[in-house]
């Protein structure tokens, strides 16, 4: 079964920037969708923003106009540019792959922002 292994959180200042990435251990083409989620300490784990195979976008309504989501089928990785970070987007990100009947989970990164 194809994982998938998120990587470029930490910490940053409040109007910082950071890019995540999720490298999948084999083709992503297989997938219908790939999003980025995150969870929040005692918060339920919500949808971040999504892509589409055919490169449909979908973002939370707190995200719009600060984080892009991007794929790169030949590195087969979706990435998530977050920008104008704030305190409130502190959480753990994890990256979800999903195709009818199945979905895959990475183990999540961590990405405090600071006050």
């Known amino acids: 079964q194809v994982q998938l292994v998120e990587s470029g959180g930490g910490l940053v200042q409040a109007g910082g920037s950071l890019m995540l990435s999720c490298a999948a251990s084999r083709s992503i083409s297989g997938f219908n969708a790939l999003g980025w989620y995150r969870q929040a300490p005692g918060k339920q784990r919500d949808i971040v923003a999504q892509?589409?195979?055919?490169?449909?976008?979908y973002y939370a309504d707190s995200v719009k106009g600060r984080f892009t989501i991007s794929r790169d089928s030949n590195k087969n990785t979706v990435s998530l540019q977050m920008n104008s970070l704030k305190p409130e987007d502190t959480a753990v990100y994890y990256c979800k792959g999903s195709r009818i009947g199945s979905e895959v989970w990475g183990q999540g990164t961590q990405v405090t922002v600071s006050s």
């Open positions: 892509i589409t195979t055919g490169g449909s976008r």
